[in-house]
Each structure stands twice: as C-alpha cells, then as structure tokens.
C-alpha cells in the first residue's frame, strides 16, 4: 500500500513527513546547511541567519577550516635528520643553513631539505687505453674512494660533484701514464703510478672546492693490448725469475756470512791464543836462565854435565833406539829396536836393558868422555858462554 493511498488508517501521512503531505519533495539542503552553520556559528560565537535564510558556510566554518589546515602544514614539516647525514636547509632555493642529526621542523611548500651522508666511502672508475712516454698502449684501470666533507660545497660549488671528481680522475690517470714508461706501468711502477696519480688528483680538484677528500686511490688493472700480450707475460715471467734468483743469492749470503765470520773469530782466538802461549814460553825460558846462571857460575862442571845429562835423557827418553859408545874406538854401536820388534812380530819380543843397565852404560859413556875430551871442551865451553854473555 502507498503512503499516499487513501484508507491508510485515516492518515495521509508521507515518508518525508512534510506538513500533511502537502509537499511531496525531498528535504531542502540548503535549508539542512544552514541549520548546521547556525550550529556552529553559536559555538564559536557567530550570528545566526536572519529567518532561517543564510549565504552557505559563514566565517566561523571557514575560521575551523584553516585551522585544521594550519595543524596538517605544521605535522607536514616535521621530519628526521640521520646520524651519518646533514640536511642542506633552502628557502625558496636559496641556501639557508645545515641541518644537524636529530628530529627537526621545516616550513613545508617554503623550505627544502636536501639529505646528505657525510660519512658513507663513495667510489667511482676511470679506465681505457692510453699512450704511454715511449709510445705504447696499456689499458689501465683506476678506482678512487671519497666521502663528503663539506653538504654545502658538494651541492653548490659544481653542478655535479661525483661527475666532476670522475672527470678529474680521468685526466690525472692520463697525465701520469703519458709521463711514465710502459714497464713501470705494467711491471714494478704500479705503486709510484699509484701515487703520482693521487696527487695530481688532488691539485686537479683544490682549486673547484668539491666538498670532497679522496681516501684512497686504487690500482686495479694494466695490461698491454692483447696482439703483445704474450710477449709481455714472458717478460714479466723473466722478471719474477731474476727478483727470485736475486732472493735465493740473498739468503745464501745470509747464511755464508755468519758461517764465515765464525771462521774468522776461531782463527783469530786461536792466533791470540799461540801468541800469548808463545809469549809465556819465552818468558818461562827467560826466567828459567835466569834461574840457572847464578847456579852455572858458581859449579861451572856440575852445571854443565848436569844440563847434558838432562838434554840426552829427554831426547833418548821417548826413542827407541839405542847407541853403544864402544870404548877405545872411533866406532859407535847402533841398536835399531824399532825394527827388530817390527820384524819378530807380536809372539817373539826382544827383552829391552833395564834401568840399571842402562845407568851403567851412562856411567861408562860418561868416564869415557871425560878422561878423552876432559881438556879442549872446558876452553871451548868457556868461550862459548863469554861470547853467549
């Protein structure tokens, strides 16, 4: 059954209900927007519309309006520096300040904030093929490693400072191969290259003020052109050889040496040693005579007998061989015990004199040889000491 349609409980009452059903339209919402208006007009101390009549949202809505905006551009700004970087702050594109680590505010739509890592090791190539002094190609590989020092520079001091470092590492590479030789590219310059080219990176790059300081410079790769290549490794081959044959000489050396000085110490200790036994000797001799001259002058026979009979003990002492003097004869009487023993061998043994024996044989040598040369040898000894003296 419709709303409208007559037998409806006596009511002709309408879903909107609008005054009897008179009027069969929706609500106004001109009408619903400015109840609303009124609303908060008197919340925030505004005047109501005259008649229930009003020209849409008045000042006090638009009032809240941009007061919410002014809390969502205030959040918008805030925002977060890290520790390892710093912000480059420009207001309307124009630089303003540096922007510390730590939680910060920006006027959004009028500041910019440009992060940068002041602490993080960069790096960027520089290869190709170059001519070197004398002539020749080598391809050569370079790696720089840098890290911002200055956020300000390193934005506006160059258009592009990473490009304009790059373009500086090619050029110093090439200036330092032109004026180095082929070898010492490719064999033992590699590190005097190395250097050679860090530093004229760097007066290449002090002058535009990049904000940058190169922490290393790398020297990955040089090789010949590859219709050489062979040859060049034969060479390098033929290098490594002579550094290795130079270190093997070497060590020999190391270990000759102290071999030889020990050799030299030994002989110069026992040279010292003969020296100073040498030195004793005489001096033992010298105090020896002197010992027994005074005995010599007092018992000039006894004396000398006695040194005759001491000198023939001690040579005949360690011989064995033995002298007869036969007496009355110019003939002397050799016993040649050495050799008899020699020849009889182990199991048959020649019985030698004994001691007495002995001692009477030197008693009957020494009677001899005093009664027959008693009289010329005292004048001869004599004379032989004087002159001695």
Known sequence: MAWNEPGNNGNDKEPWNNKGGRDQGPPDLDEVFRKFSNKFGGLFGGKKSGNGSGGGLG???????????????????????????????????????????????????????????????????????????????????????????????????????DSSLEEALDSALR????????????????????????????????????????????????????????????????????????????????????????????????????????????????ARFEKLLPQYQAAKEVTRERLYIDAMEEVLGSSSKILVDVKGGNNMLYLPLDKIMDKQGAATRVALPSSSDIQDLRNKVNTSRNSSVNSGSDRFNNDRFNDGR
């Open 59 to 161: 000042g006090a809505g638009i009032s809240f309006i941009l007061i919410i905006a002014v809390i969502v551009w205030a959040l918008s700004g805030i925002y977060t520096v890290k520790e390892a970087e710093r912000g480059v702050v420009l207001q309307f594109g124009k630089f303003d300040r540096i922007a510390d680590p730590g939680l910060r505010w920006k006027m959004t739509f009028i500041e910019t904030i440009i992060p940068v890592n002041i602490e993080a090791v960069r790096s960027l190539s520089a290869s190709g093929f170059m001519l070197t002094e004398d002539e020749n190609v080598v391809s050569v590989e370079f790696q720089v490693q840098y890290r911002v020092i200055d956020p300000y520079l390193y934005q506006f001091s160059v258009t592009n400072a």
């Open 175 to 286: 200036y330092v191969v032109g004026h180095s030789k082929m070898d010492q590219v490719l064999t033992n310059g590699r590190e005097v290259v190395r250097q050679n080219t860090w530093d004229e990176l760097n007066k290449i790059i002090e002058p535009y003020n990049l904000g940058l300081i190169v922490t290393d410079v790398n020297f990955k790769d040089s090789r010949p052109p590859t219709e050489v290549k062979d040859a060049f490794d034969d060479a390098i081959a033929a290098q490594e050889d002579e550094e290795r044959f130079i270190r093997e000489a070497e060590a020999y050396a190391r270990e000759i040496e102290p071999r030889a000085r020990g050799q030299v110490t030994r002989m110069t200790q026992e040279a010292e040693g003969y020296q100073e036994r040498i030195t004793l000797e005489a001096q033992g001799e010298v």
